[in-house]
């Protein structure tokens, strides 16, 4: 099992940054594929980057550039770097991790706004 936990969300002005972490615990990640996923009021969850055992990365189209998700497996952590926030990424983000089961944490709130 996979337990994980995240953190650094908060409250930031459009244009600014935050650096989200996701830490596991229970076993070894390395050969998960682990994610970050967002939820707004309203809204389906929705897929915001991911990355691959290998350390591929995919991104959904509106964070392209913008975001950048990596991971540490040694450290058992993965990060979502977001730069440039938009009010429309307010949303509470979610760490993912997907082997033969999905596990998630219990999430952390973003919101940008001014």
């Known amino acids: 099992q996979v337990q994980l936990v995240e953190s650094g969300g908060g409250l930031v002005q459009p244009g600014g940054s935050l650096r989200l972490s996701c830490a596991a615990s229970?076993?070894?990640?390395?050969?998960?594929?682990m994610g970050w996923y967002r939820q707004a009021p309203g809204k389906q969850r929705e897929l915001v980057a991911g990355?691959?055992?290998?350390?591929?990365?995919n991104y959904a189209d509106s964070v392209k550039g913008r975001f950048t998700i990596s991971r540490d497996n040694a450290k058992k952590t993965v990060y979502l770097q977001m730069n440039s926030l938009k009010p429309e990424d307010t949303a509470v983000y979610y760490c993912?991790?997907?082997?033969?089961?999905?596990?998630w944490g219990q999430g952390t709130q973003v919101t940008v706004s001014s």
């Open positions: 993912n991790a997907r082997r033969f089961t999905a596990y």
């Open positions: 990355i691959s055992s290998g350390g591929s990365p």
């Open positions: 229970g076993t070894s990640i390395s050969m998960y594929t």
